[in-house]
């Protein structure tokens, strides 16, 4: 299916993300990892002046929301974005 062919978000989800996209940190990791498709949380704390947890935290609202995915590889945590509901996220805003 492709991005256009999917639903719209429901009000509490699109709410969600705009939450989530609410702070400028935020908004840069999710740039950051459109840009290389693919990060772990050391490289995303590298480029944020700030310090680890607060990368942590970030990331877990951006992963609640649904923007973000996250996999456990060793030791560590590799995030990336979810092309399908950022498509829907970009989808439902254009409709607003």
């Not at 995303?44 to 609640?64: F, G, M, Y």
């Not at 990336?80 to 439902?92: G, N, V």
């Amino acid at each position: 299916m492709k991005p256009n062919d999917e639903a719209p978000l429901n009000v509490d989800a699109l709410a969600g993300i705009c939450k989530a996209l609410g702070h400028p940190a935020r908004v840069q990791i999710v740039e950051h990892l459109k840009a290389i498709d693919r990060c772990i949380c050391g490289e995303i704390v590298e480029i944020l002046p700030l310090a680890q947890s607060t990368v942590s935290q970030h990331l877990k609202q951006l992963k609640a929301a649904g923007l973000v995915k996250g996999e456990v590889e060793g030791p560590r945590t590799c995030y990336c974005l979810d092309p399908e509901m950022l498509a829907r996220f970009k989808q439902t805003v254009a409709q607003l």
